[in-house]
């Protein structure tokens, strides 16, 4: 899918939860943004930012990337796990 295709999906998202909800009451959506550690880390990162800094999918949504971790004491896998149940959405980019 092309990042305009997923820029169209998303907004697509944003469209549904306005409709369907009160814009001010309402919980962002985590979108957790994945791909093959060594592939895509640049599009991972711009897709990110993108999200975080537009004016409407800002509100509506809040993106996850592993990269923004801070190093701790607990495994690799039952973090980013973790992190995945709590999304609402898994965006893998392959």
Known sequence: MSELGIID???????????????????????FISSVQSEFAEERAMLCQYIRTDVLLGKFFEPFIFEEV?????????????????????????
Do not use: M, S, T
């Open 9 to 31: 999906w998303l907004r697509y998202l944003q469209r549904i939860v306005i409709r369907d909800k009160d814009v001010y009451g309402i919980k962002r959506i985590k979108i």
């Open 70 to 94: 801070p190093a701790n004491g607990f495994p690799v896998n039952h973090v980013y796990l973790r992190e995945v149940e709590a999304c609402d959405i898994y965006l893998g980019l392959y």
